[in-house]
């Protein structure tokens, strides 16, 4: 009896043992795809670790790191500087106490109507200097270093002022070389040089002739003019040794400068003869020029075909007095120091600042010791002579 209950239950016993089989069969088969589509997790290796630890962020770069440059940067100290050194030659210019930047109540309808009045103004003859004939074709010529003496001729024949300018520089004592006067325009180029004529002709094409009344500010004429001049040979230099830049657009621009200078001053005048109840105020001439010369003289460029890059260069002069001198074009940054070179040259010499103070001054504009070395020198050469 008993052995045949043991028997019946034996065959039950294997179909359960085979369906257990097929159920963990069919089990381990669905744990195996769930698996594979699981993503696979990270191995640890702190084994340790009873919880995931959080995401790990990249290291913020360190603090000193943001604040270091990638570029040029601005650079206000240097310009602050450069602009301390022009407000004292406005001082000088003239002949005032000081030039604070702050104008006179009383003037400031006049200021205002003067700087407004740019725009228009520059569409007259009386405000806009002679544009030589010849200038396109003489940039050309004295870019081109086959350009020969006879060529030169050629091409400053042509105009007759120059002509008579460039003779009249060519028999100065500093070019003459015996007692004859110099008669012809073919020896008036052998007298000068190629390097002559590359650091004369804008000279004498470009400089200007005006007058101002008896009494009121006398000295400014000849000091606009000779800060245009020694501008123009510090432009060149910084340009040649230290930018890779053409030098004689660098002193064509100095001297176009010069003439924004001229003609700011002029409109400014022009107001005041309207206004005979004011007494010239240095401060609003002082406003007009630092204002609007870049502008003018950018104008006169414009109107004289002179290339983009000049034009540019010209454009840094009005961005140079807040941001300094990094940011500008390598053309304008020779211009802007030029300038200010040329400033601290007039004011040393007219006993205004000592050549110690210049030194500091021009360093503290972006000049490096070297080159204010070397350009002090000359600028000095040119002064004596």
Request: proline residues 7%; glycine residues 6%.
């Amino acid at each position: 009896m008993g052995s045949l209950k043991t028997a019946r239950r034996y065959p039950t016993m294997r179909v359960f043992g085979v369906l257990l089989i097929v159920v963990l069969l069919i089990v381990a088969i669905v744990f195996a795809l769930w698996r594979r589509r699981e993503p696979p997790a990270p191995r640890r290796n702190d084994s340790t670790a009873e919880e995931p630890s959080a995401p790990v962020a990249l290291p913020a770069p360190a603090a000193e790191n943001d604040d270091e440059p990638t570029g040029p940067q601005p650079d206000p100290a240097a310009a602050a500087a450069a602009q301390r050194v022009h407000t004292a030659l406005h001082t000088l210019a003239f002949s005032a106490t000081e030039i604070t930047g702050r104008i006179p109540g009383d003037h400031a309808r006049l200021a205002n109507e003067a700087l407004a009045a740019v725009e228009t103004a520059l569409d007259e003859p009386r405000y806009m200097p002679r544009r030589p004939n010849v200038i396109p074709e003489l940039l050309r010529a004295v870019n081109d270093e086959d350009a020969s003496r006879r060529q030169f001729s050629a091409i400053i024949s042509r105009d007759p002022t120059l002509t008579a300018d460039l003779l009249k520089i060519a028999n100065t004592a500093f070019y003459r070389v015996s007692d004859q006067p110099v008669e012809s325009l073919d020896r008036a180029v052998a007298v000068l040089g190629t390097q002559g004529i590359r650091s004369l002709v804008s000279s004498a094409a470009l400089q200007p002739v005006f007058k101002v009344p008896a009494g009121q500010f006398t000295r400014f004429p000849g000091l606009a003019w000779d800060h245009a001049f020694l501008s123009g040979v510090a432009a060149e230099s910084l340009a040649a040794l230290a930018e890779n830049e053409d030098p004689f657009a660098a002193q064509l621009l100095a001297l176009l400068m010069g003439l924004g200078v001229i003609v700011a001053f002029r409109l400014t005048y022009d107001h005041y003869s309207r206004e005979p109840g004011l007494v010239p105020d240095p401060e609003v001439f002082a406003t007009m020029i630092d204002r609007q010369a870049a502008l003018i003289a950018r104008r006169i460029a414009a109107s004289w075909e002179l290339s983009d890059r000049m034009i540019t260069a010209l454009n840094d002069q009005s961005s140079a007095p807040v941001v300094g001198p990094a940011l500008l074009s390598r053309l304008g940054r020779s211009l802007w120091l030029g300038r200010t070179l040329g400033a601290l040259a007039l004011l040393v010499r007219e006993g205004t600042l000592s050549a110690a103070d210049a030194r500091d001054a021009a360093l503290a504009a972006g000049v490096s010791e070297r080159l204010f070395d070397r350009l002090w020198l000359r600028l000095s050469q040119q002064q004596d002579g």
